[in-house]
């Protein structure tokens, strides 16, 4: 039997479809289970649908408790470290750069100061310098640059530029060691004026050393290089003092990449390097290089040096070392002062002669043999083989004689001859004089117990060859002459000072309490008087002063074989004013070419000009010079061309003084109160009487003779060095004194 049903298989077709109609029992159950398995399947949907939402709130609300957690580890645990870490990435140390002290000369003239350079460079990025901004002032950007810089023409500053813009460069550089004035001038410039962060303008702030006076006592000076801590002269010496303390401080980073200053209560303030007064006087200076270059370029020699010393303190005064460059011209590239030990020549007879006196006693009127002479298997010659025939000691020490002091020092030595060279380091020759300049010579004297010692080495060491010495110890034993026996060591740094407050001050430093006895030290110094009134240094001898002092002549390349000709050594030292010493002085000539190889001739002429110069302007502490005329006072009024002078005097309705039209004339104040004219002395060869005189004339007499002309002050000539009455040799420096 059928039930019916609302529900029932129907065979439409060969397929089976859910429908309505009439089915049986069976499969009414069989629709039943149907319904019952997908209401069932239903539940489970649902059930596994809100299992996957439970499970996506659980997992967010666990994500939301790990953050706060994490927000509470990093507020509360971590928090400090975390902000620590912050400030050093965007905080940096920066070292702020110390100013290194200025060196000085002795008359507060700056020899070393430390001067700002800039280096410039560019950011060419299109997001610092606009598109419009850029070609719109390329051109005259390009005008400028060439203007100031001329080594570029426009079109190569706009390709170049050009060029950066392309490549978008961010640090072009322009320009290196830009100096202030160039930089504030630049700043101006279209684009430059719009800065860094408009204009891409960048600058780059150092320091570079400058000598003020060029090429003065350069050596000396020196230099220093922080980075391979390689340097010579005083800036190597004093570096610690010179350098000064860098700084400390933070900068942070803030918008556009910009670092700036963060004050701190960590930050350190530099401390400023200390100044070096030094012991040189700029003006002697200047008179030393001048005539050392003009003696070098006259006789064309390899290189010299010339050093002036106090003889009481030691303290140099001026010092020039000059050598010949590939291309003729002269510059400082060494200390041969200081750093050159060498074979001396006639200059060490004075140690010779000092040991001789100080052993035998001998009187200096004893005979001895000249020209030639022959110790073993070697000959020694004078410089005038022919000799002078017999010359009392005295007499060969002024002719520089060879063979009259080797035989003298042969006699006395020969049976101890150990005995002479412990004379000679009694004199502090045979070790160095611990200058403060790095660099010293090495000296050199041979010992009995060498090696090398022999025969013939006792004769040729006194007269200068066997032994090496520095030109500065050689001028310290003469100094030591003038200065009653006391040898002190050369000073080059008299203070050191932070502004005007003395940090350290330099006391002279004795060597040799006293080299030799006091007769003998009389007896040398009236035998070096003797040198310059009757002996191979005439050309040095001065009414107005005495000078005390010896020649020497020393053969550089003697036993060298294969040499196509001898090369000589020239030089003279001394001390003056003889009678009261106040300056001691050596002049070193190296290989001169001009025919012209003894030290007379070739150094005399540097030393005379130093010591007239010196005379002149520095004795007795900037007084006027000794023996000065009644004339030299400053009495005169007046002075000039007597027709200008005429037509003053018209002018103002005054009758005129009969005066030459032609000649040079100077008012003078008489004891009544008269006015007088005296005319002005006009010789060849002599400084004219300058007192008075107005610049113009003045200038135009000297520079008549050739002389050159410096000048000190505004008016008229008050005083004037070398003084009236003076010799005066073509190109010779005049100093006027206006007031």
């Known amino acids: 039997m059928r039930d019916e049903g609302a529900c029932g298989w129907i065979e439409n077709e060969g397929k089976s479809k859910w429908g309505l109609g009439v089915v049986t029992n069976k499969e009414a159950r069989y629709c039943g289970l149907q319904m019952r398995m997908a209401k069932k399947d239903e539940q489970e949907n649902k059930t596994g649908f809100w299992w996957k939402v439970y499970l996506v709130y659980a997992f967010l609300l666990l994500f939301a408790l790990a953050i706060v957690l994490r927000m509470g580890t990093v507020i509360f645990v ?33 020899l070393a100061v430390s001067v700002p350079l800039f280096n410039i460079r560019l950011d060419l990025h299109p997001s610092v310098v606009a598109n419009d901004t850029f070609f719109k002032y390329l051109r005259p950007l390009c005008d400028s640059l060439h203007e100031m810089y001329p080594a570029r023409s426009k079109e190569q500053y706009r390709q170049f530029l050009l060029k950066g813009r392309r490549e978008k460069r961010r640090s072009l550089l322009l320009k290196r060691n830009v100096t202030y004035m160039e930089l504030a001038r630049m700043r101006e410039f279209p684009i430059f004026e719009k800065g860094q962060f408009a204009g891409g303008f960048i600058v780059e702030e150092h320091e570079r050393r400058r000598l003020p006076n060029g090429y003065l006592a350069a050596r000396t000076i020196g230099y220093y290089n922080q980075e391979s801590h390689y340097g010579v002269g005083l800036e190597r010496t004093y570096d610690a003092e010179l350098r000064g303390k860098d700084g400390f401080r933070l900068t942070q980073r803030i918008a556009g990449n910009v670092w700036r200053p963060v004050y701190s209560k960590d930050e350190v303030e530099p401390e400023n390097g200390h100044d070096l007064i030094t012991t040189i006087d700029i003006r002697i200076q200047d008179v030393a290089e001048a005539a050392l270059q003009e003696c070098m370029e006259t006789n064309e020699a390899q290189h010299g040096c010339v050093v002036l010393m106090e003889v009481q303190t030691g303290k140099v005064v001026a010092i020039a070392n000059l050598r010949k460059q590939e291309d003729g011209s002269y510059a400082e590239v060494m200390n041969y002062a200081v750093g050159e030990a060498v074979e001396p020549g006639s200059t060490f007879k004075l140690a010779s002669t000092i040991a001789i006196l100080e052993e035998s006693h001998i009187d200096t009127a004893v005979k001895v043999p000249t020209g030639r002479l022959k110790y073993y298997s070697r000959w020694m010659n004078d410089s005038h083989r022919e000799g002078w025939g017999e010359l009392s000691f005295l007499e060969a020490f002024e002719k520089s004689s060879n063979v009259g002091i080797s035989y003298l020092a042969n006699e006395v030595f020969h049976s101890k001859q150990q005995r002479f060279v412990d004379y000679l380091c009694k004199m502090h020759l045979d070790r160095p004089l611990g200058l403060e300049i790095a660099g010293e010579g090495e000296p050199y004297i041979k010992n009995t117990s060498d090696k090398t010692w022999s025969g013939i080495s006792l004769p040729w060491m006194s007269i200068g060859y066997e032994v090496k010495v520095t030109p500065m110890q050689i001028l310290s034993l003469y100094n030591a002459v003038a200065n009653d026996g006391k040898m002190v060591k050369p000073m080059f740094v008299q203070e050191i000072r932070r502004g005007n407050e003395v940090i350290r001050s330099f006391k002279p430093t004795v060597l040799v309490d006293k080299i030799c006895s006091d007769q003998t030290l009389a007896t040398v110094q009236a035998m070096l008087q003797g040198v310059v009134e009757r002996g191979t240094a005439t050309n040095l001898r001065n009414s107005l002063y005495k000078v005390a002092a010896k020649t020497g002549t020393a053969q550089m390349n003697y036993g060298q074989r294969g040499s196509e000709r001898m090369t000589y050594r020239a030089s003279v030292v001394g001390y003056f004013p003889a009678d009261n010493p106040r300056y001691s002085c050596i002049v070193m000539i190296t290989n001169p070419q001009k025919n012209r190889i003894y030290g007379g001739s070739v150094a005399g002429p540097v030393f005379r000009e130093i010591a007239d110069k010196v005379f002149a302007t520095l004795m007795k502490g900037g007084e006027e010079p000794p023996m000065m005329h009644p004339d030299q006072v ?23 003084p009969q005066l030459e039209p032609t000649t040079f004339v100077r008012l003078r104040g008489a004891a009544d109160n008269a006015q007088a004219f005296d005319e002005v002395s006009l010789v060849k060869d002599v400084v004219p009487n300058l007192t008075g005189m107005g610049l113009r004339d003045a200038s135009y007499l000297l520079e008549r003779y050739g002389l050159s002309v410096r000048i000190q002050g505004k008016g008229r000539v008050k005083r004037q060095e070398p003084r009236a009455g003076s010799p005066c040799r073509k190109g010779q420096t005049v100093w006027l004194y206006l007031g």
């Open 78 to 110: 971590e928090g400090e470290e975390l902000l620590g870490l912050s400030r050093q990435q965007s905080l940096s140390p920066e070292t702020t750069e110390a100013v290194r002290g200025n060196i000085y000369s002795a008359d507060s003239s700056l």
């Open 634 to 656: 400053d009495t005169y009024m007046a002075g000039g061309y007597a027709e200008d002078i005429e037509k003053v005097y018209a002018g103002i309705g005054i009758e005129s």
